[in-house]
T-cell receptor, first 113, second 118 residues
């Protein structure tokens, strides 16, 4: 079975600072990878998904970016954080399938001050 | 475009009561998949069930049951004899099936926060 590792678990950053959240997957190869953000009252918002190394699809225009340098590594970044970037970020992995059952990481809670 | 609507943002019931969480979806595809996930206070989402669009049979798993109705585009979730441990946020989700199977996004609703009161 898959295991998703996310870090850091908690992060407090000032406005304008950079961001890097990392996600690695164990127990599978060639997965689809996803970044979701959960903000209060807004549910789970899909930010990025990737079907392979270097392949990133963005769902929401914003100052965040994602990269997939290795098959089982997915990174969420920002050059300059905004207050509105605060939230709970979840990485998820799904198998090559038209019926993805996602495995989620424990999440990274970001507070931008 | 795919869309998932969970109109109930928060529900509180007393333990042992039955509770139904509603989910309505929109999709143009004839092949699609519906999911329910549970998010306990720890934050990590846990998969509960997946249904494909060609299987409208209702499903029961212990105290949990799901009612899938294509005619109303709904996939509702019922907890029978609720327990305090059922307190969580529950998400309904939709994935459209495509020939290019790798291009599948999974879109979630906004979630329903369920409080089971002792």
């Amino acid at each position: 079975s898959q295991t998703i590792h996310q870090w850091p678990a908690t992060l407090v950053q000032p406005v304008g600072s950079p961001l890097s959240l990392e996600c690695t997957v164990e127990g599978t190869s060639n997965p689809n990878l996803y970044w979701y953000r959960q903000a209060a009252g807004r549910g789970l918002q899909l930010l990025f998904y990737s079907v392979g190394i270097g392949q990133i699809s963005s769902e929401v225009p914003q100052n965040l970016s994602a990269s997939r340098p290795q098959d089982r590594q997915f990174i969420l970044s920002s050059k300059k954080l905004l207050l509105s970037d605060s939230g709970f970020y979840l990485c998820a992995s799904g198998p090559y399938s038209g019926a993805n059952v996602l495995t989620f990481g424990a999440g990274s809670r970001l507070t931008v001050l | 475009a795919q869309k998932v609507t969970q109109v109930q943002t928060e529900i509180s019931v007393v333990e042992k009561e039955d509770v139904t969480l509603d989910c309505v979806y929109e999709t143009r595809d004839t092949t699609y998949y519906l999911f329910w996930y549970k998010q306990p206070p720890s934050g990590e989402l846990v998969f509960l069930i997946r249904r494909n669009s060609f299987d409208e049979q209702n499903e029961i798993s212990g105290r949990y049951s799901w009612n899938f109705q294509k005619s109303t585009s709904s996939f509702n979730f019922t907890i029978t004899a609720s327990q305090v441990v059922d307190s969580a946020v529950y998400f309904c989700a939709l994935s459209e099936g495509r020939d290019k199977a790798r291009d599948d996004k999974i879109i979630f609703g906004k979630g329903t926060r369920l409080h089971i009161l002792p």
